[in-house]
């Protein structure tokens, strides 16, 4: 009997034990240890640029070089500038890092940033819905939208889509961007010719070989500065709506944190309007 009323307490106090709760000082998990599904839930990347960058000390900026006053690659020197060249200079040095320039095309650029070949995308980039789907993009820089572009003798001619979607007018676009989605979205009687080269296609036009380029009424202003003969349209009332920001990795929250709050003080505090202002005014 003492045998079975001995057995029947132990029995008891298993059961206790095996209900309790774990001990206060259970070890919590040890750094890198997978963490559970509902604490991988809105937590940023692993590795993200903004550790990468001043680690690496390099800051890999694609940018198409051929789109002035925004970003420009001379050929014979092998440099680049333009506003949002000086604008990666000073992320870089923000970030310790030097800037690393890796060439791409309007049609690639969101590819190539996607790829991993460049940490960011710069050199007067739109903000578009499809783009969005690939590539975060930061806070904008500035607001823009598309304006024509003529020779001066012609800008009464060519002041709204009407007027220049007409059989006879010879329109010019650039392969690969928004331009060209907005000119093939709009011009449907004039002749449409894309022209590979956009660091001379605004020659196309002051040769007479087109009439008119429908562009961000910002080129417009700079080509026109740099081209006595040739005259922005209504750039304070252009056909569209777009704003230029930063393309970067869709997933990486905390770079993208970070390269905003640089934007937003950038923007504000005088610096980007300043760049701009060399180059347009």
């Known amino acids: 009997m003492k045998r079975a009323a001995t057995l029947s307490a132990l029995a008891a106090l298993l059961t206790l034990t095996a209900a309790a709760p774990a001990p206060a000082n259970t070890p919590a998990p040890t750094p890198g240890s997978a963490p559970t599904p509902t604490a991988q839930r809105g937590r940023h990347p692993a590795a993200t640029l903004l550790d990468a960058v001043p680690r690496r000390g390099v800051l890999r900026v694609c940018t198409t070089g051929d789109y002035r006053p925004f970003s ?4 014979k020197t092998g440099t680049y500038t333009g506003i949002d060249i000086q604008m990666a200079q000073d992320l870089a040095k923000s970030l310790d890092a030097k800037p690393r320039y890796v060439a791409t095309t309007w049609a690639k650029l969101v590819g190539d940033l996607a790829a991993g070949r460049c940490d960011i995308g710069m050199g007067g980039v739109s903000i578009t819905l499809p783009r969005a789907r690939a590539a975060y ?7 823009d939208g598309k304006t024509p572009i003529v020779r001066c003798a012609d800008q009464d001619k060519y002041r709204t889509l009407d007027q220049i979607d007409r059989p006879g007018t010879k329109v010019v676009v650039n392969p690969g961007g928004t331009n060209e989605q907005f000119a ?5 009687r004039a ?5 590979p080269d956009n660091t001379t296609i605004f020659d196309e036009i002051i040769a007479g070989r087109a009439d ?19 005259c922005s349209v209504h ?10 920001a930063y393309a970067l990795p869709r997933g990486d929250d905390e770079f993208k944190e970070y390269v905003d ?21």
């Open 72 to 75: 420009y690659l001379d050929g």
């Open 137 to 143: 993009f930061s806070e904008p820089t500035r607001t």
């Open 184 to 188: 093939r979205a709009h011009i449907k």
């Open 191 to 195: 002749t449409l010719t894309v022209h």
């Open 212 to 230: 008119v380029m429908m562009t961000d009424a910002s080129e417009t202003r700079y080509q026109a500065k740099i081209h006595p003969e040739l």
């Open 235 to 244: 750039p304070d009332k252009p056909f569209s709506f777009s704003e230029k």
């Open 261 to 281: 709050q640089w934007v937003h003080l950038a923007t504000h505090d005088g610096t980007y309007r300043t760049y701009e202002d060399a180059w347009m005014k």
